[in-house]
């Protein structure tokens, strides 16, 4: 089986500052797509972005970009410019081939930024 | 315009109850999911549905049963009501089914049992 694991339970960082979330994951599976999810205080899950294992290129989606190491299994969210609407659990997702397609999460990361 | 919505939004009930939570979805997608998120807010995801078909059912207890009476529809039906089904409950639906898909989620319900 598949874990994800968020080594971060909280994080805090200040407004227009940068902050990074770490993932890792455990698989033998070489083909596979990684997600982070964001999870606001109004409890709606959001895809915040997206990388498929296959690609070298580190997904990005305006402020919000990865850094994917396969190798190392690692799959981290860098948030540049943070916003205080950026204040969320952020939930790294992974899902292999022939699962069904179901998604498999890490336990959260809760970050609040401050004014 | 509402892309996947549930109903109700938060239950409270006892224990030994029969409760149903419905999900639909207006987007054409193909397949319809279950996550249940608990108190720690781990998510874990429960049942998987397919135009219809079962495709993915977790080792959740008998006592819950998803019903999909049409591809836009899933619902989740809990049969005596245990303090440990206390949870988040969310309905998310993708595409196709194939693994690019991105999942779309329901607002979710908050189940509590007393």
């Known amino acids: 089986a598949q874990t994800v694991t968020q080594s971060q339970p909280e994080m805090s960082v200040q407004e227009a500052e940068t902050v990074t979330l770490s993932c890792t994951y455990d698989?033998?599976?070489?083909?596979?797509?990684l997600f982070w999810y964001k999870q606001p205080p109004s409890r709606q899950m959001i895809l915040v972005i997206r990388?498929?294992?296959?690609?070298?290129q580190n997904a990005t989606e305006n402020r919000f970009s990865v850094n994917f190491q396969k190798a190392a299994k690692s799959f981290s969210l860098k948030i540049s410019d943070s916003q205080l609407g950026d204040t969320a659990m952020y939930f790294c997702?992974?899902?292999?081939?022939?699962?069904?397609?179901?998604?498999?999460f890490g336990k959260g990361t809760s970050l609040l930024v401050t004014p | 315009d509402t892309a996947v919505s549930q109903t109700p939004k938060y239950l409270v009930t006892q224990m030994g109850n029969d409760k149903s939570i419905k999900c639909e979805q207006n987007?054409?997608?193909?397949?319809m999911y279950w996550y249940k998120q608990d108190s720690k807010k781990f998510l874990k995801i429960m049942f998987s549905?397919?135009?219809?078909?079962?495709?993915i059912n977790e080792t959740v207890p008998n006592r819950f049963s998803p019903k999909s009476p049409d591809k836009a529809h899933l619902n989740l039906h809990i049969n005596s009501l245990e303090l440990g089904d206390s949870a988040v409950y969310f309905c998310?639906?993708?595409?196709?089914?194939?693994?690019?898909?991105?999942?779309?989620f329901g607002p979710g319900t908050r189940l509590t049992v007393l």
């Open positions: 998310a639906s993708s595409p196709g089914g194939g693994w690019t898909d991105t999942q779309y």
């Open positions: 997702a992974f899902m292999k081939l022939n699962s069904g397609y179901a998604l498999n």
């Open positions: 987007l054409g997608h193909d397949t």
């Open positions: 549905y397919n135009n219809k078909e079962l495709i």
């Open positions: 990388q498929e294992a296959y690609k070298q």
């Open positions: 698989t033998s599976e070489s083909n596979y797509y």
